[in-house]
Each structure stands twice: as structure tokens, then as C-alpha cells.
């Protein structure tokens, strides 16, 4: 990778530095030494070496981050593209998420990997709930280390009780092996609290505790999870900063007030949510309580895997939400709650705040990882003028516009192009899963799988009923 071993300059570009203050710089540039961020200002002086990149007319930006991804998913992009809840649990948990076999699961996550970082997001936490076996896990390793990007395993077996696999001595020894002084970014446990009032997930949680391991767990899941979780958990004493609680969409106010209490964050799926039905994209409740907020796309077997679509989406629900809202009370909502400005900042401090790592990403300061995204297209008529730089971000940008990406100083994305990707071997990987998905399922069954069953639509009775028209005096006849 030529590029990574020298310095990198970007000149002249539209820098939101996401600090505290969310300080924007006109005109100006960003200097990588290394894997950090040495300067940001304007007329930088670069050393000799430096690799000079020509942001003008583009956005600097810190890198993204994804709280909740399952990556091995990948591998059937847009499959469930139709499907509600229901049919990606008989789906995933009780029928063919059984038959993925540990290349099939690196094969998705291998995909994932390289489009998140394509996508400019360089942090992503992968809910890997697909590990049914310890080789499973080490294929999600495997394909996580593979690319340039920052990766947490979350782990996860939908397949098993969490107090089953959690304390195995088979994930005590993946863990040891793989995650100890590994190359990964973080690890987290991923599982979700039934609500069982025996609260047999206590194992997993003090299994978590003595690994120092953050939980993730679907909270406020309609017909899934639900308050009753949220209050063993808590009552139980599992509830910390570092929980992470994805939705939480279907949730009493109670709820809401344990998460805010502990520190925790909500990693909020908006495409998810209102799409699959775990409950309405909770931010219009979650400001009420002050809990932080992280985005995330879930799963590219039904959405994108775009952060740029999660912020638009997550901005069109709030306000949304807040206009019904009004309008049942014969309201009308003048000004906005929820500002541009505040969702380009959950896609990046807010994601890095929930992983914990936000002295380290998140913004574009002195001292930080160079995770850095150029947003950039020349050709693009949707590039100017830029008047509102967030605004911008959010409704005019996307994912074909990431221009160049670094993630700790390592240039993996320029002009356009991924560096040091081999596509090829993603795509090849892809295809023999789904190969095998297909010959082990039958074309009837994988047929039937994408084409779930249409409810019949009730026409409603219409009084403005007309029957023949009548040319000779162009009217409507009844
Ligand atoms: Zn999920």
C-alpha cells in the first residue's frame, strides 16, 4: 500500500471537525503523520514527502461508525428486501441461518467489510450472532482482519441460550486466542434478555463482566424484547456505560429512565425499524431522557449498509414523528427539534462515545486516529453549492460521493476506488454461499423465502362513483 507509509495532506477542503464545539473550516487542510491527525487549519505545512490530495469543492469529515451490523448477513444482500420481522426470525433463527457454515459466514462478513470502509464507514462493530460454532468465529475473525478497516466483534449464537454458549470453554478459548492481544478493534457480547423472570442471561452478563466485555443486546424489540429485559437487567446490576441497547424502540418511559441512569447508549436503526417493526425510531423519546444515541444500518440482507441513509432516514422519522404527533392535537410544528448537525454527529462521536473509544475517533482533532472520509465528485451537479455544510452531508450526500478514505492514517479508499481490495475474492466467496444456500434449500424453498405472502388490500367504499364516460358530452355518468 504505497500511500500508507507517507504523510497525507488534504488541501483546501469544507473540514467538519466534529470537535465538541462541531467547529467548521472553510478552505482548509488536514495533515496525517502516521496513523494520527497532526494538524488541521488553514495553509498547512506539509512535510516533503507528504501525499497531497486536492479536497477542493469537497467535505472532510471523521470517519463513520456503525453500532450494529451483522455482517455475515451480507452474503444475501437484499434478500429480505420484503420480509417483516416475522420472516427473518423463521428465516435466520429456526430454518436456513442454520446452514451457514463458517465460509459462508466469512464470505459475509469479507463483503460487509469492504463495503462499509468503501462507504466511509471505518469503525464498525459486527453483531455476529451467527457463531454456532467456534470455527464460525474464527472465519469472522479471519474475514474482519482481512480488510483495513476498525472492527468490534460483538459475538453472538442465535442458535444457543447466551448462558450456554457464554460460558463454554470453547469461547473461553476463542477468546483467549483471537481477541487477547488480537488485531481487532474491540469485542463486545452480543445477546438479548427474554424478559424470563428466572433471568437465565445473568450467566452471560457475569461472563461479560469478568472479560471487561461491553454487552449489546436488542432492547424494546416489538413481540421480542421488552421492559421486562430492561428491569432484570438492571435490577440485576448489568446495566453499565458501556451497554449498548439497539432500538430500544418499544419501551416505557421506566425504561427509558434505567438506560439514562446507567450511562448507557441506543443505537438507533432507523431503516430497520421502520421497515421490520420492532417499534417507531425511538429518538423523539430518547432527547426527552437525554440518552446518547449511535447509528446503525443492521442488516444488508433487507437495507444498505449506508450511514448516509441512516441519517437521513433517522432525520425524517424524527421529524416525522414530531409532526403527527402535532397534528393530533390540531398542532403544527414550526421549528424542528432535530437538526442536520446533531445526526452527522451520532454517525461519528456518537458512535465512538458507545463504543468507548471516543478519545480516539469520532472527530477530526489533534492527536485522534486518522479515520478521515473526503466526500468528493466533481462530476456530481449535487456537489454545490454547499451552503449548509451538515444539511449537506446528510440530505445531498451519498455513498457513491466518498471520494477517499483513511482509516488510522492508511489510505484504503482514493479517487473512488478501494485500495488493496481484492473484489474479486468477495464476490467469488458470495457466490459460492449462495450457491450453497440455494442447492441445500431447493429453488422452491429460496423462491419462497424472498416472496413472502401479500395481505389482500380492502378497497374502501368510494361515494364518488362513476360508471360509463360519456364522450358526446364528456362528462361522468353515474
Ligand atoms: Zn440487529
Given amino acids: 500500500m504505497s500511500a500508507t507509509d507517507r504523510p497525507v495532506v488534504f488541501r483546501n477542503g469544507l473540514v467538519l471537525t466534529m470537535d465538541d464545539a462541531h467547529t467548521v473550516l472553510p478552505g482548509a487542510d488536514v495533515l496525517v503523520v502516521g496513523d494520527r491527525i497532526a494538524e488541521v487549519g488553514v495553509g498547512l505545512t506539509a512535510p516533503d ?13 471523521p470517519g463513520m461508525v456503525d453500532t450494529h451490523r451483522h455482517m455475515w448477513q451480507t452474503a444475501m444482500r437484499g434478500y429480505g428486501a420484503d420480509w417483516a420481522l416475522t420472516q427473518y426470525f423463521v428465516w435466520y433463527y429456526l430454518e436456513s441461518g442454520k446452514l451457514f457454515r463458517p465460509e459462508d459466514v466469512y464470505a459475509g462478513n469479507l463483503l460487509g467489510a469492504i463495503e462499509a470502509i468503501d462507504a466511509g464507514v471505518t469503525t464498525t462493530v459486527d453483531w455476529s450472532h451467527g457463531l454456532q460454532t467456534p470455527e464460525h468465529a474464527d472465519a469472522a475473525v479471519d474475514a474482519l ?6 472492527f468490534v466483534l460483538a459475538y453472538g449464537n442465535i442458535q444457543q441460550g447466551p448462558w450456554q454458549w457464554a ?20 469485542f463486545q457480547m452480543a445477546f438479548d434478555v427474554t424478559g424470563d423472570p428466572a433471568f437465565p442471561e445473568r450467566a452471560a452478563f457475569e461472563v461479560a463482566r469478568e472479560l471487561g466485555a461491553a454487552v449489546t443486546t436488542h432492547a424494546g424489540v416489538w413481540g421480542a424484547t421488552n421492559d421486562d429485559g430492561i428491569r432484570l437487567m438492571h435490577e440485576n446490576g448489568f446495566m453499565t456505560p458501556s451497554t449498548v441497547y439497539v432500538h430500544a424502540a418499544t419501551l416505557t418511559h421506566d425504561s427509558y429512565n434505567r438506560i439514562a441512569a446507567t450511562g448507557g447508549s441506543v443505537s438507533v436503526s432507523t431503516e430497520s425499524e421502520q421497515s421490520a417493526g420492532q417499534g417507531y425510531p425511538p429518538t423523539w423519546q430518547l432527547r426527552h431522557h437525554d440518552i446518547p444515541v449511535s447509528l446503525s444500518m443492521d442488516t444488508s440482507v433487507w437495507w444498505s449498509g449506508d450511514l448516509f441513509s441512516a441519517m437521513r432516514s433517522t432525520l ?3 421529524r416525522s ?17 432535530l437538526r442536520a448537525e446533531q445526526v452527522v454527529e451520532w454517525a461519528t462521536r456518537g458512535g465512538a462515545r458507545a463504543l468507548g473509544m471516543d478519545s480516539t475517533i469520532g472527530a477530526l482533532t489533534v492527536g485522534r486516529q486518522a479515520d478521515v472520509v473526503l466526500i468528493k465528485n466533481d462530476a456530481s451537479p449535487v456537489m454545490f453549492p454547499i451552503l449548509n455544510p451538515h444539511g449537506h452531508v446528510v440530505f445531498q450526500a451519498q455513498r457513491g460521493d466518498v471520494h477517499t478514505v483513511l482509516v488510522g492514517g492508511r489510505v484504503v479508499k482514493q479517487d473512488g476506488r478501494l485500495v488493496g481490495v481484492d473484489l474479486a475474492a ?15 434449500m431447493g429453488e422452491e424453498a429460496w423462491q419462497r423465502g424472498m416472496n413472502p405472502d401479500v395481505p389482500e388490500t380492502a378497497i374502501l367504499e368510494n361515494p364518488y362513483q362513476y360508471t360509463e364516460w360519456d364522450a358526446g358530452s364528456a362528462q361522468w355518468k353515474h
Avoid: W, Y
Fill in 49 to 61: 514527502d507528504a501525499l497531497e490530495m486536492d479536497a477542493t469543492g469537497g467535505i472532510l469529515m
Fill in 145 to 150: 482482519e482481512a480488510v483495513d478497516g476498525r
Fill in 167 to 186: 460460558t463454554s470453554p470453547e469461547f473461553r478459548d476463542f477468546h483467549r486466542r483471537r481477541i487477547d492481544g488480537g488485531r481487532l478493534a474491540g
Fill in 316 to 318: 425524517g422519522a424524527d
Fill in 321 to 337: 414523528r414530531e409532526h403527527l404527533e402535532a397534528h393530533a392535537k390540531q398542532e403544527t410544528i414550526t421549528h424542528c427539534h
Fill in 426 to 440: 468477495a464476490r467469488a466467496a458470495v457466490a459460492s454461499t449462495i450457491d450453497h444456500l440455494r442447492e441445500t
